[in-house]
């Protein structure tokens, strides 16, 4: 069955969170959820030897939020996670918060994820999510934003080296950014599958 054939929760243009009852309220509680669970997923954490940036969950978190719920609400997620933050919550990695945090050495990183956030957010709007194939390249993508923000900062922060920030700020990522996109890939489109069949028995019904 063609997706045209679905019901309307599930043509283009609507992403997983459009699926949910309500309007207004479901969006701020999804933004509030959003924030902490990033939070969460920045404590996931394991240090670098010779970086000061930790391989953490929260590019996984970022990749999630912002296809499941659309760029508008994903910028807001990252924004009040930012906000979250400044203000001394311990939202960062290892409990960490305030103004040192969110400006210092890794503080480069999350405000990458704003733009990464709207990008995939807006690519899921068009369906990116919603097959393997096209999932796994956007969500590859989505980090790579965060590391074009996140490696430059780390740079005029530390005083590194060009060459010196991408070693300590990039390379040690790669994998795990591979194994994360891989994983989002597999989550989101198998969701997607999930509504589909549920559109059909609902039919069928």
């Known amino acids: 069955m063609s997706s045209a054939a679905l019901p309307a929760p599930v043509t283009a243009g609507r992403v997983l969170a459009d699926l949910l009852p309500g309007s207004r309220a479901r969006d701020v509680a999804l ?3 959003g924030a902490l669970g990033m939070a969460v997923m920045a404590q996931v954490a394991v240090p670098v030897p010779g970086s000061p940036v930790p ?3 929260q590019t996984l978190g970022l990749v999630v939020v912002a296809a499941a719920l659309g760029p508008v609400r994903a910028v807001a997620v990252m924004g009040a996670y930012i ?4 203000v001394g919550l311990p939202f960062y990695s290892e409990a960490s918060g305030g103004f040192e945090a969110v400006v210092g050495a890794t503080g480069g990183y999350v405000v990458g994820f704003v733009p990464a956030a709207y990008l995939v957010g807006l ?3 068009h369906g990116a999510d919603r097959r393997v194939l096209r999932a796994l390249p956007l969500f590859v993508a989505g980090q790579l934003v965060v590391f074009a923000v996140g490696v430059p900062w780390l740079a005029l922060t530390t005083g590194m080296g ?8 990039f390379t040690p990522f790669l994998l795990g950014g591979a194994v994360k996109a891989l994983l989002a890939a597999g989550l989101l489109p198998g969701v997607w599958a999930l509504v589909r069949a549920l559109g059909r028995g609902r039919e069928d019904a």
């Open 55 to 57: 391989i953490t969950g």
């Open 162 to 169: 060009a060459t010196q920030a991408v070693a300590a700020g």
């Open 31 to 33: 933004v509030a959820t």
């Open 83 to 86: 906000a979250a933050a400044l």
């Open 123 to 125: 690519a899921a709007r």
